[in-house]
């Protein structure tokens, strides 16, 4: 028998944009009083109004249910309606239709530090945030300590959070609500924040929550964490569920929806990822012929080129990218003030290309994703594009179409060629391992 403690059926939420609100204005004396004689009047210019407005179906006809101890990921782009189903779950607003039953108390992460007021201390903000999250006042001076401890605030408890770095604000906004005691831990996309050390914290906080039988919702683009933490994956699309199931499964499938650009992607300046400093217009994969690609042969060079445009002059500025396989997982990234003639270098306006060469034999086969960065690194981040190409590594052949190599698809997300050295010892009946290795002792027996 399943014990669920979320079951949605048939939700949806939709919200109102555009005139109805935005060509509403105050109303005058005259205004009133021709409002109370002609009513008539008054419902037509609502009704012209209102037909000028639009809907927004954030969710629509979403059912599922979760399990009393799962941990479940939500994963889908921007505007596929995670938060919004994460702001139905906690309460925050109503579903337009449908019916949701929660069984338990539940406790929303949805963004750090909410309730924080800068001019009081840590201390006073720990009571304050917690009263706001739902803990009773016991439950605050029973975690004080393991809070601040998480935190790593001590020092600074008594100092008001006004003056904390955006780090230490984080970390204690993350570690007040990670104590609560709830049934069901709503999380949104907080472990896209923070150093990779406070990171790790974070993960391991929800392995503890969940190992206690609770009920974890994780939303995140981070597909390696949602494959780390979850047992269960939801994606989202347009405000529906397009597939759930175990992690790789669905990553899998997400990652390789038919919407990434094989081979190579191109963007108007207007539409290009990016903000007033730079924007970044086209990328693409070349093969060693320097031909734009999809697929390449795990014995061939391949090339990531980058062409983008510097609006402003930038110092420190600097263009690369992230690999991904198809489980999501990181395989590396580069960036192009790697290049030491240009690190630390300023950018001027004008249209650049940066390339990076991947040499032959690093990445196994299969498929990877190629996700965008541009900035100041630790500062400012001008643009990020998310798994916007996607590329297949074969195995190279022989001439008699056998594998190059023995056993072309290896374990491991890369599959480097590397220098082996093999010396012949000795002959058979010379079974010495210390002759062999030189040492000139037998082992011990």
């Known amino acids: 028998m399943q014990d669920i403690v979320i079951r949605a059926s048939h939700i949806g939420k939709k919200y109102r944009l555009g005139a109805l609100h935005a060509h509403r204005r105050y109303k005058t004396i005259r205004d009133s009083l021709v409002s109370l004689l002609a009513p008539k009047q008054r419902n037509s210019r609502d009704e012209g109004i209102q037909r000028d407005s639009q809907t927004v179906w954030a969710l629509r006809d979403l059912s599922f249910s979760v399990e009393r101890g799962d941990v479940a990921g939500i994963i ?100 007040v609500a990670a104590h609560l005691e709830p049934d069901i831990l709503l999380v949104d996309e907080v472990l896209a924040v923070g150093d990779a050390e406070f990171q790790k914290k974070c993960m391991g906080k929800i392995d503890e929550v969940s190992s206690r039988g609770r009920t974890v919702l994780f939303v995140s683009h981070n597909m390696a964490t949602i494959a780390r933490l979850c047992r269960t994956v939801m994606w989202f699309e347009n405000g529906r569920m397009v597939q759930s199931g175990s992690p790789q499964e669905v990553i899998s499938s997400y990652l390789s929806r038919s919407d990434r650009a094989a081979g190579g992607v191109k963007w108007e300046i207007e539409s290009a990822p990016g903000d007033e400093y730079l924007r970044i217009s086209e990328v693409v994969v070349l093969n060693e012929q320097r031909q734009t690609t999809s697929v390449v042969s795990q014995d061939q060079e391949i090339a990531i080129a980058i062409r983008y445009r510097v609006l402003r002059s930038m110092m420190n500025a600097n263009v690369g990218f992230i690999l991904r396989s198809s489980d999501g997982s990181i395989v590396f990234s580069s960036y192009d003030a790697d290049n030491p003639d240009w690190s630390g270098k300023g950018r001027s306006p004008g249209v650049y290309r940066s390339t990076c060469l991947i040499p032959r034999h690093l990445l196994n086969e ?80």
């Open 76 to 175: 889908g782009r921007n505007g596929a309606g995670k938060s919004t189903l994460l702001k139905l779950l906690s309460r925050i607003t109503e579903p337009t239709e449908g019916e949701i039953e929660i069984e338990g108390r539940v406790g929303s992460l949805l963004e750090v530090g909410t309730g924080f007021h800068p001019e009081l201390t840590g201390r006073e903000n720990i009571y304050l945030n917690g009263a706001i999250l739902g803990m009773r006042a016991s439950e605050i001076r029973r975690n004080f300590d393991r809070i601040v401890a998480f935190a790593e605030v001590e020092r600074f408890i008594d100092t008001p959070v006004k003056h904390y770095s955006s780090g230490m604000y984080l970390r204690l906004g993350f570690s």
């Open 366 to 445: 299969g498929s990877y994703y190629v996700t965008l960065e541009a900035g100041i690194p630790h500062f400012l981040r001008c643009a990020l594009a998310e798994d916007v190409v996607r590329v297949e590594v074969k195995a190279s052949v022989s001439g008699s179409g056998a594998p190059a190599r023995m056993g072309a698809r290896r374990s491991g997300v890369i599959a480097p060629d590397l220098e082996w050295r093999i010396e012949i010892l000795g002959t058979e009946a010379d079974d010495s391992i210390g002759e062999r290795f030189g040492t000139g002792t037998s082992p011990t027996r």
